[in-house]
């Protein structure tokens, strides 16, 4: 069968490969269809040799972590032949530490976790993939278009869940949010935000293609500019850039006991000349949280396929810009500046 892979820590070694063997029965009972993958930064940089782990005693990763597909098989009874289904991206650590043996991977404390598509486990971006039944997430037949965005959305319905558990350390009725950036993840925290009933505003660096009109589409205010310039005290910022001057003026912008929520990840061996003292009295008198956020648990998994059914599926279509077939792959992994969510198509 078809699938596209990768050696781990070889730069531009994307292939893809039209004999790789049928799904190991061992990677689980449930034997899916593929329908599509999305494509995100992680792949990007797995492509380019910076991270990635193939299985043990194997050379070669199969990306994919975005997953949408159709159940063939399911002799456990947990889905039907014919249901869409997503896997689970992370599986718990082998010893487990404390969080993964209660099924909260997402938290994992050791490291040893394994993910599909990234670390230890074969990706999605194959014909046929195999996974367990608790791993397996069932999707509502309307996301049949759009169901890859599931992974992005679980990150951040995680991100949603953290954020209303700190407030709940005291009395708190959060009127306005501030997500900063409109890729994919500060969209989909956007929509989140909004199914919550808050105000939300999205600062992205784009004047020009569609990230303002979906920002708007949500009913949300799209700005351009700093987030210094900013004329609100938001109760939530959601942070999605991960550039590290955004992070730090996120951090100061959040209004009296707010939370500030870090989703993205920034890449290191850039320094600033920063007030760190005047931020830490600002956190410390106005009982500020700043914490970062990565990854999710079935719990959030779920949590995100409910959300994604009830959102408005043209506005969720929207988010992809490109759909490529298998046999042009090469295009999927080759971002655009007009991309938000390309997404590699295994049925064209």
């Known amino acids: 069968m078809r699938a596209v892979t990768v050696s781990p820590g070889v730069p531009d070694s994307l292939r893809l490969t039209d004999d790789w063997p049928e799904p190991a029965a061992e990677e689980g009972a449930i034997l899916v269809e593929a329908l599509a993958v999305g494509v995100c930064g992680t792949d990007q940089e797995i492509i380019a040799g910076h991270y990635g782990e ?3 005693g194997q050379q ?4 994919g972590h975005e997953s949408l597909g159709r159940v063939l098989e399911d002799p456990s009874g947990t889905l039907r032949s014919g249901d869409l289904v997503a896997g689970i991206v992370r599986h718990p650590d082998p010893v487990p530490c404390p969080n993964c043996a ?6 994992c404390r050791n490291g040893r976790y394994t993910e599909h598509g990234i670390k230890g486990l074969p990706g999605f971006a194959r ?5 367990q039944p608790k791993f397996a997430v069932g999707l509502d037949p309307v996301l049949a278009p759009v169901g890859m965005l599931l992974e992005p959305a679980s990150v951040v319905a995680k991100a949603w869940d ?3 558990r700190i407030g709940c350390r005291a009395e708190w009725k959060p009127q306005t949010a501030l997500v900063t950036g409109a890729g994919p993840i500060g969209l989909l925290a956007a929509l989140l935000a909004t199914q919550r009933g808050l105000s939300v505003h999205v600062l992205d660096r784009a004047t020009a293609g569609p990230k303002p009109a979906l920002v708007r589409a949500l009913g949300a205010t799209y700005h351009t500019g700093t987030v210094d310039e900013l004329d609100l005290d938001p109760d939530v910022v959601v942070e999605c850039t991960g550039a590290p001057v955004v992070v730090l003026d996120a951090m100061c912008k959040v209004g009296p006991a707010g939370i500030v929520c870090l989703t993205g990840v920034s890449s290191g061996g850039r320094t600033i ?10 956190l410390v008198l106005e009982n500020n949280v700043v914490f970062g956020s990565v990854n999710a ?3 959030h998994w779920e949590q995100a396929a409910d959300a994604l059914a009830r959102a408005d599926q043209s506005w969720l279509n929207s988010l992809i810009t490109r759909r490529v077939p298998v046999g042009e792959y090469a295009q999927a992994y080759s971002a655009t500046d007009e991309d938000i969510k390309v997404v590699l198509d295994f049925t064209a």
């Open 54 to 56: 193939a299985p043990p």
């Open 60 to 63: 070669r990763l199969v990306l």
């Open 102 to 107: 209660v099924d909260e991977w997402d938290m």
């Open 127 to 131: 014909d046929r993939w195999r996974v």
């Open 162 to 164: 953290h954020i209303e």
């Open 273 to 282: 000349d920063f007030d760190a003292g005047a931020l830490n009295r600002a």
């Open 297 to 299: 648990n079935r719990r």
